[in-house]
Each structure stands twice: as structure tokens, then as C-alpha cells.
């Protein structure tokens, strides 16, 4: 909470009065104290709005009191000539920015921030927000011993940092300082990493030189592009390095062979960080996780932790990266043209980079300095200040450190550190001379905070709205001169951050020795993740199939197929190959009224389905009580009759005898079209006396019995129907696919092939029942422990393997096995003891859908797990995510393997270069992942290059593919072949 106005100088307390003395309230009188109170209001009333992202009513809280400068819009040097102020008044006044100016300040460094994260606009964004290759924050577990190098400003620093994996409270440090030669920041840049590599080696020397392999973290406090965590080109030097051949070259690489130089080659540069990411890694300390830093010192910087996704300048997509945002060059597209002051004019036109990192001229303390400086210069011409005195001193670049203008407002004794520091000038400062100077200070240092403030709050305006918060609680590491040597500058920086950014609670960490430590911290972290990453990459690695992989499970496939259809070997195959008598299919001609039977589950439906120009379908959904679906085969077509008999009334059907097409969704062995004999019930059915009949046989028997007349013309099962329903559609289409609860497909194969059926002539439908593929045993070398495991908790334990491995039933237990190994490797969860993830089935299939989700923020990943009871920090929602990838990725691969062995050998018997097929696709799996289709369709394309695919997504394939067959059926029938009708009911 705001302690004090962020203006102490202005009476209005948004600096912007006009003909009011400030000198008054430099010694926090009254209205200081009143000014604290209107702060502390305004904070709590923005955050009771909850307002996100934008100005959150903080501004509108507060309107301008009449004569108040408060007009953002224009210059400041058209806002401040009021005849009634005071050259020292105009001054202040030039260096105060209102509340509504660091909204606009907030609002133009957001718009900074996403283009700097685009990959469209990245090129011409000045703020580059350079991605980092940071992906996690400590976890206390880190430990062992790492070297650092540190480049200051003036001097190298190396520290050996022994991390004892006690949440990195009390790491071991040795270090020592080497002072930089004269000249070596401006000459060759081999020389000064050569200087870096003898600092190492006399470090090393002195500590005895361990031989064993020395990981190194290089602090590095310039912009850098990076491609990896120790991969990094300089993009431009600063803070008084000019050194040459060096920009646009990785500093990394020419660190390690000036290393390598010095044949010390048991050391290796792992990690590259700027002081700004130590701040961050330092302060993610004793369990309070830090995901933004700010550094107010020399020169300043931020960074923070972004969804990976958004920065895409990187390859990464998963999880959280550390970006750096390089502010210091915010303004430098004229953006701040409208808060600069004529003194910032001259500070910059002095510096070594005119026009260059503007916003780090305002508000690093390299420059505090310089700009009292000039105002104190602009002053005595004015003849407001030294009246009488030769300021010729003051022209002297630097004659004002900043370190003094921090002394002379910081101090209680304020007014004396300005005589004194003004007397070393040669001055003869008045009393009031030394006041004014003090409040000229204030001003500069004050404007400085107000920036920063205005900056971190767009940072965490930005986190809030990414991650889709109505309330954003993260913590803010800070390190910098400024911050830890001026109170003030610290309450100003709170305070105006809580007020522009009410939709945020942040915590200020101080950094300690940010750079070294933090170094050491990034590079363990890195090698931790770097030994994570290989268990889970060998836990993975059987999940992940090769092009090789999948080629030869499409050879596979295609050998069971030839066994599968061959009358001698059908037997012997794992590919059951059932022929289904569907001889053709829609050709659009088709035309009537059909019924349709969908049976495949507790439920079934009946329809009336309509073929003319279009299909219009009319239907009812049925329960099957479990009674019945455990009792008698009578029972159980008896009630399928007078569900029928029921909806036949309902549709004013009376006693009209439609042609019926039956889907039949359990295993049966298909003698004709309308003739099939169910193998086994499935799906929680077993009524009595019904295995080993043809079920078109039992429904006709049971129609008898009702005295209900009836007329099947077909049986078919869900993969068929959807074919047909399809194919109605697109007459290419000729193959059918279901992905869902299970897996299966059909396609349309030559007769002459068909070695158990009789005849030559034309094509039928061959139900390949898929699933069963790989219960003979070739499919061994593809199934993981995770795959047995989940196989050996099955009702069919060593069948429908295929199925097993691609279908909706299987991957959720697929991936509750695989979470349990990484728990028990602890690569998981900390390695806490997970007792939810034994419950069979708790991982849903739905969830793999849900996760894989594009944009979909870790957040959300993190509450599927927690509604499971599992606390994952965000790197476990990030392994999680991983594992689901995989598994759902390899079902998509085997899935369009098997399909690339169905089109070509489609394309063999046709004996075409290309071929054009639709393949007629449904299921829960297929319609509803967000990936699984295209994987499929790629790696299709990938292993049936002279195929063209298309798919289409089946809508009511089962009801309506059944109608379609009958419909096709009936349209193909000769007069004397059509069936003959039971007697019509008296």
C-alpha cells in the first residue's frame, strides 16, 4: 500500500499545480500527510473495482482540481508557461507526470510488449522481448557446485556456488573481483573475453582447481538474442562497452574458446543470463515463487515469465518462458516524444547513443544525475539559482553523480549533502539555493519511480489478462541503486504500481547479490532440467514411433489383410475380414421410406428415415432396462419390438411394412446381407440364448410373436453405416472409420479377392474389424509396459490389441500408468505419494481431448489435475500435457498407418499411379480431439503418397447408414429377389 503521495513536491498530490510553493511539503507537513490518506483511498477504491487491464477507475478516481496540469495530450513545454510560476516551478512542473500521462505511459508500453512478442510485428518493435529459453523457476531442489562469471561495469567477478538442494537458502559462496584494464571496453572483443578466461583460470588457481567437469553460468548484462539457454548473439552494447567484432556474434561460443584457449577444458558454458533474470531466479527463493524482475540501477530492465505459447520468437509452445524485455529501449520510436523534457533533450544528445534507449534515460541511474544537471544549468540562466556564483562548472559532463542525488534527498540532512556536494563544485550555494536542489532531485528521482511503476504495471496488467485472472498474485524481484538506496523511490514504485494496475497484488522481493547467485541458480536449474529431460525422453521414447516404425506397421497390416481375406489362411490372421454382402454404394438414385434399428448399447433408437432430393430423418431413443439386458434373447427382442411398434404409431405409420436396415454393433459372423450370427455380446449384454444365432432371425421370430410386421433387408454394423451415410454424400467415399470408445474400419474390396465369399464379379464391403489386429503377436515390438499393464485389467486380456493402443477406452489408462511411473521416478508431482492416480479409469480419455487443446493455458491443465486432488506445480502441468501428447500422438500415427495399408491396397487392385478415395469418419475420438484428425491425415499422407484422401465426418452414420443400405439394397433387388414379407397382421 501507497505510503505517501507519489508527488510529495505537489500540493494537489498528482503533481500538476500551478503558482503553489512546493518547498513547503519537503518536509512532509500536513498536506503530505493528507496526500498519503487521498493515495491510500484511491488504491483501495481501484482495487475494490477489479478492473483488468485497463485503467481500472484509479485515474477517474481522482479528477483534476482546477488549475492542475492534467492534459496528456500535448507537449510539455505548452503546458507549463503560466505567467503565475516560478522558473523552479515550471522545472517541477516539467518533471511531473500526472496519473492520467502514466496510464498512457502503461497503455503505449503493453502495445510495446505484444509487438515485441509477435512474430509479425518483432522486427520493428523497439521493446524486443527476447525470449530467453528460462522455461521454470527453482524448486529448492537444486544442488551441486557452479562457477560464474559475472561482466560488470567496471570489474569481472567469478563466485564457486556450492547449492546444497535445501531450497537454495544458504548457498556456499566463494568469489573474488577482478578490476577491467584501461581501454578494454572499447577495444577488441577477443581480448575482453580472453581478460573473462584468465579471471576463470586464476579463480580457479586460487581455490585449488577442481578437475572435476565445472558447469559455468555467464552473466551477460547486454541485449542478447537467444536460440537456446547458452546460445546467444549480442544484439548491441551499452553502459560504456563498445568492444569491436562482436555484435551479431554468440558471446557464449567466444567465451568457451577463450576458455578452451586457456586449456581449461573441464569447464563448460551452460547458461547465459542478464542481471535482470539472476534478480528473478534469486528472488524465486524458501518457497515463494518469483516471476518478474525489475533492475532500477545504472540501467534498467524487466522480465518475466510468459506462456510460452505467445512468445513467438521461440520454438518452444508448451509451458512458461522467461522473457526479456530489453525496455530500456521503450521511446525509442518517438513513443515518450510527449513526456520528454528539454533537460532529457540534452542528456541524450551527450550520451554515446543519441536517439537510443530512451526510456532507460529517464529512469537509470547512469542519467539521474546528468538530468539535474542540466535543469540546475537551465535554472542559473534563468537566474533562479546561483545568483552571483561562475557556474561554468555545471557544463561538465558527469560534474553530478547520481549517487549525490540520491544523499541529497534520501538523507535526513538533505539540504547539508546539497551544500556540500555543491561547494565541490566551486558553488556558493544560498539556503534556498540548496532547497530547491533538493526539490529538483526529488523531481528527477521521483519521475523515475513513477516510469518504472508505470512499466511493471503494464508487465502485470499483461500476466493478468494472458492467463485469463480476474486477480493476479505474483511476486516481483528488484535489485538496483536506486531501489535499495532511496525509500522513497520504493514507495513511489509500490504505490503507483498498485494504482495502475488494481487487477494486481504484488509482492516486492529485494534481491541480495542477485547476479551471482542467480547465475549459479539458472544453471543448475538448467542441468536439472537437462537430467529430467533425458529420464523422461527414455520413459517416452518407446511411445514415440519412428517413419520406420510406421511402415512397418502398415506392411503388418497389409499382410493380414491378404491373410484375413484368403478362405485358406482367414483362420490364422488377426484381421477377421468379414464380408458384409454391402455390394455397392449410394449412387443417389435412391429413394423412399426406410426404418432404421440402431443397437449398440443401453440405449437404442429407432428412425424413419426419408430419401429423396434430401434425407430427412425422424427419430426416438429407447432404453434398454438392464433386466432385460441381462435376462432372456426373447425378453430382449420382444422389447426391441414394441419400442418399434411404439414409435410406428407415434409416426402415424400404422400398418405400413417399410424396409428395415438393422445396425447390429456386436461381434457377428455376416452370411448375407440380412443374415448375421452374433460370436459375443459386448458392452455389458448377456441375454440368454442369443450367441450363435442370426439375429435378423430372432428380431423377425420376436415380430411374430407380436403380430408386427416387418421386412429386414440388411444388417449392418456402425463402421458400414457410416460408410453409406457418407457415401450418400460423396460417392468416393468407400472406406469407413470409427475412432471413439473403440476402433474399427471397412472399405470396399475386390470380389475376386475375397477368398470367402463365392463369386468374381464387382466389390463388397469388407468389415476388417481392425481392432483384433496384432492378437496373433505382430504387433509385440510396438506395445510398451504401459500397454501390458493397461491389457492386463481387461475383461479380454491379449485381445483387440490394435484397439487397445488407438482407441477412446484405452488412452486415458494409458497415461494414469505412465504419471504413476514418472511419480515413483519423481519426476512427478515433487514425488509425492499419488494414491488418486491408482484408481483405475480416474484419467479420463476426455481429459487428453480437453488438454491438447491449442492456447489452452497450463492454468487450466492444473485444475483438471487439482479436480482430480492433485496438486501439480506449473512444470507438472507442462510434463502432463507432454505425456498426453504422446500417447494421443501415437494412436493418430497407428490409426493412419493402418489406413495408409487400406488405400494402398485399394490402389494395387485397381491397378492405378493415383488414386482419389473419401473415407467416412466417426467416433468420439475423431470428432472431438483437437489434433487427433489432422495427425492422422498426415501421417496418411506421408505413408500413402500417391493416395488422395479425403475425409469427411459422418453425421448419424449408424441410423442413417442402415436406412442407406436398405435404401441401396432395394434400389439393386430384382423383382423376384425381393424378400418375402410375413403375413400382414389381422
Same mark, same amino acid.
Given at each position: 500500500m501507497l505510503a505517501m503521495s507519489p508527488y510529495p513536491w505537489c500540493p494537489c498530490g498528482r503533481g500538476g499545480c500551478r503558482g503553489r510553493t512546493a518547498s513547503r511539503l519537503s518536509t512532509g507537513g500536513p498536506a503530505t500527510q493528507c496526500l498519503a490518506r487521498g493515495a491510500q483511498r484511491r488504491v483501495a477504491s481501484s482495487r475494490r473495482c477489479g478492473a483488468r487491464g485497463g485503467r481500472g477507475d484509479a485515474a477517474a478516481a481522482h479528477q483534476p482540481r482546477r488549475g492542475c496540469w492534467s492534459s496528456p495530450s500535448h507537449r510539455l513545454g505548452h503546458r507549463i508557461d503560466a505567467p503565475s510560476c516560478s522558473p523552479v516551478q515550471r522545472a517541477l512542473l516539467a518533471l511531473t507526470l500526472p496519473l492520467e500521462t502514466l496510464q498512457l505511459v502503461k497503455g503505449r508500453m503493453l502495445r510495446a510488449i505484444r509487438e515485441g512478442l509477435s512474430r509479425q510485428t518483432h522486427a520493428q518493435a523497439k521493446v524486443q522481448m527476447l525470449p530467453t529459453y528460462i522455461c521454470s523457476t527453482p524448486d529448492g531442489t537444486e544442488k551441486g557446485d557452479i562457477l560464474v562469471v559475472e561482466l560488470g561495469q567496471s570489474h569481472v567477478r567469478t563466485l564457486w556456488v556450492t547449492l546444497l538442494g535445501d531450497g537454495n537458502q544458504n548457498p556456499q559462496m566463494r568469489d573474488k573481483t577482478f578490476d577491467l584494464p584501461a581501454g578494454i571496453k572499447q577495444g577488441k572483443g577477443e581480448v575482453l573475453f580472453d581478460f573473462l578466461a584468465q579471471c576463470v583460470s586464476q579463480f580457479l588457481t586460487d581455490i585449488g582447481n577442481p578437475q572435476q567437469h565445472i558447469p559455468l553460468g555467464f552473466v551477460f548484462p547486454f541485449s542478447c538474442r537467444k536460440q537456446q539457454l547458452h546460445k546467444a548473439e549480442l544484439i548491441s552494447w551499452s553502459k560504456g562497452f563498445s568492444c569491436s567484432d562482436v555484435e551479431g556474434k554468440d558471446v557464449v561460443q567466444l567465451l568457451q574458446w577463450s576458455i578452451n584457449k586457456q586449456e581449461i577444458y573441464h569447464v563448460e558454458v551452460v547458461a547465459l543470463i542478464n542481471n535482470t533474470v539472476g534478480t528473478m531466479m534469486t528472488c524465486s527463493m524458501e518457497g515463494k515463487p518469483c516471476e518478474v524482475a525489475l533492475i532500477v540501477g545504472s540501467g534498467t530492465n524487466s522480465c518475466?515469465?510468459?506462456?510460452?505459447?505467445?512468445?513467438?520468437?521461440?520454438?518452444?509452445?508448451?509451458?512458461?518462458?522467461?522473457?526479456?524485455?530489453?525496455?530500456?529501449?521503450?521511446?525509442?520510436?518517438?513513443?515518450?516524444?510527449?513526456?520528454?523534457?528539454?533537460?532529457?533533450?540534452?542528456?541524450?544528445?551527450?550520451?554515446?547513443?543519441?536517439?537510443?534507449?530512451?526510456?532507460?534515460?529517464?529512469?537509470?541511474?547512469?542519467?539521474?544525475g546528468e538530468i539535474v544537471r542540466h535543469v540546475l544549468i537551465a535554472l542559473t540562466v534563468e537566474k533562479a539559482l546561483f545568483v552571483g556564483n561562475d557556474v561554468t562548472v555545471l557544463k561538465t559532463k558527469d560534474a553530478l553523480k547520481t549517487q549525490q542525488v540520491l544523499e541529497i534527498i534520501s538523507k535526513e540532512d538533505g539540504v547539508i549533502e546539497a551544500r556540500r556536494a555543491l561547494e565541490a563544485l566551486g558553488l556558493q550555494p544560498s539556503e534556498r539555493d540548496c532547497c530547491r536542489v533538493q526539490q529538483i532531485c526529488r523531481a528527477v528521482v521521483s519521475r523515475a519511480a513513477a516510469l518504472s511503476a508505470a512499466g511493471l504495471a503494464a508487465i502485470l496488467s499483461h500476466m493478468c489478462q494472458t492467463r485469463e485472472l480476474e486477480l493476479l498474485v505474483v511476486n516481483v524481484g528488484v535489485e538496483g541503486d536506486l531501489y535499495q538506496g532511496y525509500s522513497r523511490f520504493k514507495e513511489i514504485l509500490q504505490g503507483v504500481t498498485a494504482m495502475l494496475s488494481p487487477e494486481c497484488v504484488a509482492t516486492f522481493l529485494p534481491s541480495v547479490d542477485s547476479t551471482g547467485r542467480g547465475a549459479a541458480i539458472v544453471t543448475a536449474v538448467a542441468l536439472r532440467l537437462a537430467a529430467k529431460r533425458e529420464e523422461v525422453d527414455q520413459m517416452l521414447a518407446p511411445l514415440r514411433l519412428s517413419r520406420a516404425d510406421l511402415q512397418h506397421v502398415q506392411a503388418l497390416m497389409r499382410q493380414e489383410m491378404e491373410l484375413g481375406l484368403g478362405r485358406e489362411s482367414n483362420a490364422n490372421a488377426s484381421l477377421r475380414m468379414l464380408p458384409t454382402y454391402v455390394r455397392n454404394t449410394p449412387d443417389g438414385t435412391e429413394q423412399g421410406e426406410f426404418l432404421a434399428l440402431d443397437l449398440g448399447g443401453t440405449n437404442f433408437r429407432v428412425l424413419l428415415v426419408r430419401v429423396a432430393q434430401d434425407i430427412c430423418i425422424t427419430s426416438e431413443i429407447y432404453v434398454i432396462p438392464t433386466a432385460i439386458m441381462h435376462g432372456t434373447?426373447?425378453?430382449?427382442?420382444?422389447?426391441?419390438?414394441?419400442?418399434?411398434?411404439?414409435?410406428?404409431?407415434?409416426?402415424?405409420?400404422?400398418?405400413?411394412?417399410?424396409?428395415?436396415?438393422?445396425?447390429?454393433?456386436?461381434?457377428?459372423?455376416?452370411?448375407?446381407?440380412?443374415?448375421?450370427?452374433?460370436?459375443?455380446?459386448?458392452?455389458?449384454?448377456?441375454?440368454?440364448?442369443?450367441?450363435?444365432?442370426?439375429?435378423?432371425?430372432?428380431?423377425?421370430?420376436?415380430?411374430?410373436?407380436k403380430n408386427f410386421g416387418l421386412n429386414v433387408v440388411a444388417v449392418v454394423n456402425?463402421?458400414?453405416g457410416t460408410m453409406m451415410s457418407c457415401g450418400y454424400d460423396d460417392p468416393k467415399c468407400e472406406i469407413g472409420l470409427i475412432v471413439g470408445t473403440g476402433t474399427n474400419a471397412c472399405y470396399m474390396e475386390e470380389m475376386r479377392n475375397v477368398g470367402t465369399v463365392e463369386g468374381e464379379q464387382g466389390r463388397m464391403c469388407i468389415n476388417m474389424e481392425w481392432g483384433a489386429f496384432g492378437d496373433n503377436g505382430c504387433l509385440d515390438n510396438i506395445f510398451t509396459d504401459f500397454d501390458l499393464m493397461v491389457d492386463k485389467t481387461t475383461i479380454n486380456v491379449g485381445r483387440q490389441r490394435f484397439e487397445k493402443l488407438i482407441s477412446g477406452m484405452y488412452l486415458g489408462e494409458i497415461v494414469r500408468h505412465i504419471l504413476l511411473a514418472m511419480v515413483d521416478k519423481q519426476l512427478l508431482f515433487c514425488g509425492k505419494p499419488c494414491p488418486q492416480l491408482q484408481t483405475r479409469d480416474i484419467f479420463k480419455t476426455k481429459f487428453l481431448?480437453?488438454?491438447?487443446?491449442?492456447?489452452?493455458?497450463?492454468?487450466?491443465?492444473?485444475?483438471?489435475?487439482?479436480?482430480?486432488?492433485?496438486?501439480?506445480?506449473?512444470?507438472?502441468?507442462?510434463?502432463?500435457?507432454?505425456? $498426453?501428447?504422446?500417447?494421443? #500422438? &501415437?494412436?493418430?500415427?497407428?490409426? %493412419?498407418? !493402418?489406413? *495408409?495399408? +487400406?488405400?494402398?491396397?485399394m490402389r494395387d487392385n485397381r491397378g492405378l499411379d493415383r488414386m482419389a478415395v473419401t473415407v467416412g469418419a466417426d467416433?468420439?475420438?475423431?470428432?472431438?480431439?483437437?489434433?487427433?484428425?489432422?495427425?492422422?491425415?498426415?501421417?496418411?499422407?506421408?505413408?500413402?503418397?500417391? $493416395?488422395?484422401?479425403?475425409? #469427411? &465426418?459422418?453425421?448419424?452414420?449408424? %441410423?442413417? !447408414?442402415? *436406412?442407406? +443400405?436398405?435404401?441401396?439394397?432395394?434400389?439393386?433387388?430384382?423383382?423376384?429377389?425381393?424378400p418375402l414379407l410375413p403375413p400382414t397382421p389381422q
Amino acid at each position: 500500500m501507497l505510503a505517501m503521495s507519489p508527488y510529495p513536491w505537489c500540493p494537489c498530490g498528482r503533481g500538476g499545480c500551478r503558482g503553489r510553493t512546493a518547498s513547503r511539503l519537503s518536509t512532509g507537513g500536513p498536506a503530505t500527510q493528507c496526500l498519503a490518506r487521498g493515495a491510500q483511498r484511491r488504491v483501495a477504491s481501484s482495487r475494490r473495482c477489479g478492473a483488468r487491464g485497463g485503467r481500472g477507475d484509479a485515474a477517474a478516481a481522482h479528477q483534476p482540481r482546477r488549475g492542475c496540469w492534467s492534459s496528456p495530450s500535448h507537449r510539455l513545454g505548452h503546458r507549463i508557461d503560466a505567467p503565475s510560476c516560478s522558473p523552479v516551478q515550471r522545472a517541477l512542473l516539467a518533471l511531473t507526470l500526472p496519473l492520467e500521462t502514466l496510464q498512457l505511459v502503461k497503455g503505449r508500453m503493453l502495445r510495446a510488449i505484444r509487438e515485441g512478442l509477435s512474430r509479425q510485428t518483432h522486427a520493428q518493435a523497439k521493446v524486443q522481448m527476447l525470449p530467453t529459453y528460462i522455461c521454470s523457476t527453482p524448486d529448492g531442489t537444486e544442488k551441486g557446485d557452479i562457477l560464474v562469471v559475472e561482466l560488470g561495469q567496471s570489474h569481472v567477478r567469478t563466485l564457486w556456488v556450492t547449492l546444497l538442494g535445501d531450497g537454495n537458502q544458504n548457498p556456499q559462496m566463494r568469489d573474488k573481483t577482478f578490476d577491467l584494464p584501461a581501454g578494454i571496453k572499447q577495444g577488441k572483443g577477443e581480448v575482453l573475453f580472453d581478460f573473462l578466461a584468465q579471471c576463470v583460470s586464476q579463480f580457479l588457481t586460487d581455490i585449488g582447481n577442481p578437475q572435476q567437469h565445472i558447469p559455468l553460468g555467464f552473466v551477460f548484462p547486454f541485449s542478447c538474442r537467444k536460440q537456446q539457454l547458452h546460445k546467444a548473439e549480442l544484439i548491441s552494447w551499452s553502459k560504456g562497452f563498445s568492444c569491436s567484432d562482436v555484435e551479431g556474434k554468440d558471446v557464449v561460443q567466444l567465451l568457451q574458446w577463450s576458455i578452451n584457449k586457456q586449456e581449461i577444458y573441464h569447464v563448460e558454458v551452460v547458461a547465459l543470463i542478464n542481471n535482470t533474470v539472476g534478480t528473478m531466479m534469486t528472488c524465486s527463493m524458501e518457497g515463494k515463487p518469483c516471476e518478474v524482475a525489475l533492475i532500477v540501477g545504472s540501467g534498467t530492465n524487466s522480465c518475466f515469465m510468459a506462456p510460452a505459447h505467445l512468445v513467438e520468437m521461440a520454438e518452444e509452445t508448451s509451458g512458461r518462458m522467461c522473457v526479456n524485455t530489453e525496455w530500456g529501449c521503450f521511446g525509442d520510436d518517438g513513443t515518450l516524444s510527449d513526456i520528454l523534457t528539454s533537460y532529457d533533450e540534452h542528456v541524450d544528445h551527450e550520451s554515446s547513443n543519441p536517439g537510443e534507449r530512451r526510456f532507460e534515460k529517464l529512469v537509470g541511474s547512469l542519467y539521474l544525475g546528468e538530468i539535474v544537471r542540466h535543469v540546475l544549468i537551465a535554472l542559473t540562466v534563468e537566474k533562479a539559482l546561483f545568483v552571483g556564483n561562475d557556474v561554468t562548472v555545471l557544463k561538465t559532463k558527469d560534474a553530478l553523480k547520481t549517487q549525490q542525488v540520491l544523499e541529497i534527498i534520501s538523507k535526513e540532512d538533505g539540504v547539508i549533502e546539497a551544500r556540500r556536494a555543491l561547494e565541490a563544485l566551486g558553488l556558493q550555494p544560498s539556503e534556498r539555493d540548496c532547497c530547491r536542489v533538493q526539490q529538483i532531485c526529488r523531481a528527477v528521482v521521483s519521475r523515475a519511480a513513477a516510469l518504472s511503476a508505470a512499466g511493471l504495471a503494464a508487465i502485470l496488467s499483461h500476466m493478468c489478462q494472458t492467463r485469463e485472472l480476474e486477480l493476479l498474485v505474483v511476486n516481483v524481484g528488484v535489485e538496483g541503486d536506486l531501489y535499495q538506496g532511496y525509500s522513497r523511490f520504493k514507495e513511489i514504485l509500490q504505490g503507483v504500481t498498485a494504482m495502475l494496475s488494481p487487477e494486481c497484488v504484488a509482492t516486492f522481493l529485494p534481491s541480495v547479490d542477485s547476479t551471482g547467485r542467480g547465475a549459479a541458480i539458472v544453471t543448475a536449474v538448467a542441468l536439472r532440467l537437462a537430467a529430467k529431460r533425458e529420464e523422461v525422453d527414455q520413459m517416452l521414447a518407446p511411445l514415440r514411433l519412428s517413419r520406420a516404425d510406421l511402415q512397418h506397421v502398415q506392411a503388418l497390416m497389409r499382410q493380414e489383410m491378404e491373410l484375413g481375406l484368403g478362405r485358406e489362411s482367414n483362420a490364422n490372421a488377426s484381421l477377421r475380414m468379414l464380408p458384409t454382402y454391402v455390394r455397392n454404394t449410394p449412387d443417389g438414385t435412391e429413394q423412399g421410406e426406410f426404418l432404421a434399428l440402431d443397437l449398440g448399447g443401453t440405449n437404442f433408437r429407432v428412425l424413419l428415415v426419408r430419401v429423396a432430393q434430401d434425407i430427412c430423418i425422424t427419430s426416438e431413443i429407447y432404453v434398454i432396462p438392464t433386466a432385460i439386458m441381462h435376462g432372456t434373447g426373447e425378453a430382449l427382442f420382444d422389447h426391441i419390438i414394441d419400442c418399434m411398434r411404439d414409435f410406428q404409431l407415434n409416426q402415424n405409420l400404422k400398418e405400413q411394412v417399410l424396409p428395415l436396415g438393422f445396425t447390429f454393433s456386436f461381434p457377428c459372423q455376416q452370411l448375407g446381407l440380412n443374415k448375421a450370427v452374433l460370436l459375443s455380446w459386448t458392452k455389458g449384454f448377456s441375454a440368454s440364448g442369443c450367441v450363435g444365432r442370426d439375429v435378423v432371425q430372432m428380431l423377425q421370430e420376436a415380430a411374430q410373436r407380436k403380430n408386427f410386421g416387418l421386412n429386414v433387408v440388411a444388417v449392418v454394423n456402425d463402421t458400414v453405416g457410416t460408410m453409406m451415410s457418407c457415401g450418400y454424400d460423396d460417392p468416393k467415399c468407400e472406406i469407413g472409420l470409427i475412432v471413439g470408445t473403440g476402433t474399427n474400419a471397412c472399405y470396399m474390396e475386390e470380389m475376386r479377392n475375397v477368398g470367402t465369399v463365392e463369386g468374381e464379379q464387382g466389390r463388397m464391403c469388407i468389415n476388417m474389424e481392425w481392432g483384433a489386429f496384432g492378437d496373433n503377436g505382430c504387433l509385440d515390438n510396438i506395445f510398451t509396459d504401459f500397454d501390458l499393464m493397461v491389457d492386463k485389467t481387461t475383461i479380454n486380456v491379449g485381445r483387440q490389441r490394435f484397439e487397445k493402443l488407438i482407441s477412446g477406452m484405452y488412452l486415458g489408462e494409458i497415461v494414469r500408468h505412465i504419471l504413476l511411473a514418472m511419480v515413483d521416478k519423481q519426476l512427478l508431482f515433487c514425488g509425492k505419494p499419488c494414491p488418486q492416480l491408482q484408481t483405475r479409469d480416474i484419467f479420463k480419455t476426455k481429459f487428453l481431448s480437453t488438454i491438447e487443446i491449442d492456447g489452452l493455458a497450463l492454468r487450466q491443465v492444473q485444475t483438471i489435475l487439482q479436480n482430480l486432488e492433485i496438486q501439480a506445480s506449473f512444470e507438472d502441468s507442462t510434463l502432463v500435457r507432454e505425456v $498426453c501428447e504422446t500417447v494421443s #500422438l &501415437r494412436a493418430a500415427q497407428l490409426c %493412419g498407418a !493402418g489406413m *495408409a495399408a +487400406v488405400v494402398e491396397k485399394m490402389r494395387d487392385n485397381r491397378g492405378l499411379d493415383r488414386m482419389a478415395v473419401t473415407v467416412g469418419a466417426d467416433g468420439t475420438l475423431y470428432k472431438m480431439h483437437p489434433r487427433f484428425s489432422q495427425r492422422l491425415q498426415q501421417t496418411l499422407e506421408d505413408l500413402a503418397p500417391n $493416395c488422395t484422401v479425403t475425409f #469427411l &465426418r459422418s453425421e448419424d452414420g449408424s %441410423g442413417k !447408414g442402415a *436406412a442407406l +443400405v436398405a435404401a441401396v439394397a432395394c434400389r439393386g433387388a430384382e423383382p423376384e429377389e425381393q424378400p418375402l414379407l410375413p403375413p400382414t397382421p389381422q
